[in-house]
């Protein structure tokens, strides 16, 4: 292969890594909200809320390491779209990360 499609052939591999399209699974579930502006503050937790809380989407994510800034970094994009305000970690194996963005109702 010369060169030039080498670089070409990187550049889209980085360009999918980049964008978070390499296997990462995103399902709606019953609520429509608004998204929330990319960069959005959202919490990450281990356990589901104790308040009122409504499941937004879930999604299945892959990080190399699975430490809470990875995690944090590769979910970020669809809680933030999704309009979540925290994204629960219900599986984390072998850099297979799964849980549930939700929406906090008022009070939670």
Partial sequence: MERTSWLCVIAALAA????G??????????????????GCN???????????Y?????????????TDPAIHEAVARAVCEHGGDAFVVTDDENG???GEVVKLRDGA
Avoid: K, N, Q
């Avoid at 999918?16 to 964008?19: D, F, I, K, M, R």
């Avoid at 399209?21 to 990319?38: A, N, Q, S, Y």
């Avoid at 959202?42 to 009122?52: K, S, V």
């Fill in 42 to 52: 959202f919490e990450l937790r281990t356990d589901m809320p104790a308040g009122g």
């Fill in 16 to 19: 999918l890594t980049a964008s």
């Fill in 21 to 38: 399209c390499m296997g990462d699974e995103v399902v709606r579930t019953h609520l429509d909200e608004p998204p929330r502006p990319m």
């Fill in 54 to 66: 409504d499941d937004v989407a879930t999604v299945t994510a892959h990080v190399a390491v699975a």
């Fill in 96 to 98: 297979t990360v799964r």
